[in-house]
């Protein structure tokens, strides 16, 4: 069984950095994308930044030159830099595409890990 495992949520204040990871575990051939999302209290989820396994990426505007994904084998981080409070979100890994020897997923969804912009 495939999950995604998030971790690097937290509090931290404006102008400051974080560093999410998010970590496939399973026996998994291949991963076609990965990425992150978010949803701020009373809004629905969105696209925050994705990246396919060639490289190549997507980004939200209200994020771009803020925010880098990369990626490794099963493995997708997104590093936050110049956040804003209004940046304070639960932010879900997702994972598209997910070959394994019994067949796969089409996608999976982690468990969200908490960000939280305030002074």
């Known amino acids: 069984q495939v999950q995604l495992v998030e971790s690097g949520g937290g509090l931290v204040q404006p102008g400051g950095s974080l560093r999410l990871s998010c970590a496939a575990s399973g026996s998994i051939f291949s991963i076609s994308l990965m990425g992150w999302y978010r949803q701020a209290p009373g809004k629905e989820r969105e696209l925050v930044a994705v990246?396919?396994?060639?490289?190549v990426t997507n980004y939200a505007d209200s994020v771009k030159d803020r925010f880098t994904i990369s990626n490794a084998k099963n493995m997708v981080y997104l590093r936050m830099n110049s956040l804003k409070p209004e940046d304070t979100a639960v932010y879900y890994c997702k994972a598209v595409g997910i070959r394994t020897a019994d067949g796969g997923y089409p996608e999976l969804w982690g468990q969200g890990t908490l960000v939280t912009v305030s002074s």
């Open positions: 990246i396919a396994r060639g490289g």
